[in-house]
């Protein structure tokens, strides 16, 4: 499961790595991502601001509920050729909870990767809390290009040019690869993602029954080491019997995306 903005395509070299090591892996486009997400005109060369803030989007009809039965779908279908080890990074994690809420039975076990897993609070309580504090998304508001109530949806400008607002947003996202390497994954984004975060706190007796593994990032600026362990440390306390499986990797929040070799070991490891 992809995060915020992406799309299956994100996944490409994680995907191919896994898949030369004799795994069968399938990378999935949330509703309204992929070839169904928005790309206004505007958002186009040479990009015309306002339009671009008043354009339609089509992830404001799209909800969690809906990313949830989308994912159940894929996973009953993959669960017809044998085990299943959901993968979310990012705000990916809100899906795989809410998948591993509602078919447990279908799961063999769920990883997050640096990605969101609500246990205690709903996910806006965690945007604020203290261990949140040193993201350094909280300094690229400049990506923002219209006011996402009236909008429905979070529309971001990764096309800009802005040479402050990209240096920012390479410290948050891939502050270890080259400036290439960063415009290329700009390049792979959407501009728009859903308001709509759903129930995203994980149950006990359902998403508690499934084996898990957390995926630390180290070096994540975008989603703080603090609140990756927090998140493991709450998880661990709903189910103290089923404990995560914890890994460590020394990347940024996309750096394992673009140099999967780590990831995959530890993927390709996991029974």
């Not at 897993?117 to 993201?135: K, R």
């Amino acid at each position: 499961m992809h995060g915020s903005n992406s799309n299956s395509f994100g996944w490409a070299a994680l995907q191919r790595e896994l898949t030369l090591r004799g795994h069968r892996v399938v990378a999935v486009d949330l509703p309204g991502h992929g070839f169904g997400a928005t790309f206004p005109v505007s958002y186009q060369a040479p990009q015309d601001p306002t339009g671009l803030a008043g354009s339609p989007s089509g992830m404001a009809r799209v909800t969690a509920a809906e990313a949830v039965e989308h994912v159940i779908g894929v996973v009953r279908r993959a669960a017809e050729l044998g085990p299943v080890t959901l993968v979310g990074h990012s705000r990916g994690g809100v899906t795989v909870t809410g998948v591993a809420n509602e078919v447990p039975e279908l799961l063999h076990r769920i990883v997050y990767i640096s990605a969101w897993c609500c246990v205690d609070l709903p996910l806006p309580e965690y945007l604020a809390a203290p261990e949140n504090a040193s993201s350094v998304l909280h300094s690229t508001g400049g990506a923002l290009v219209a006011e996402p109530a009236a909008l429905g949806a979070l529309r971001l400008n990764w096309r800009t040019a802005d040479p402050d607002l990209l240096a920012t947003l390479k410290t948050a996202m891939l502050a270890e690869g080259t400036d290439d390497e960063f415009r290329a994954f700009l390049n792979t984004l959407e501009p728009d993602e859903g308001l709509d975060v759903g129930d995203a706190q994980a149950k006990a007796e359902t998403w508690g029954r499934v084996r898990r593994t957390y995926v630390r990032l180290t070096g994540d600026r975008s989603l703080p080491i603090e609140l990756q362990d927090r998140f493991i440390e709450e998880a661990d306390a709903l189910t103290p019997d089923n404990p995560f499986d914890v890994h460590s990797l020394d990347s940024s929040h996309v750096g394992f995306l673009i140099h999967p070799e780590q990831a995959a070991d530890v993927l390709a490891g996991l029974d």
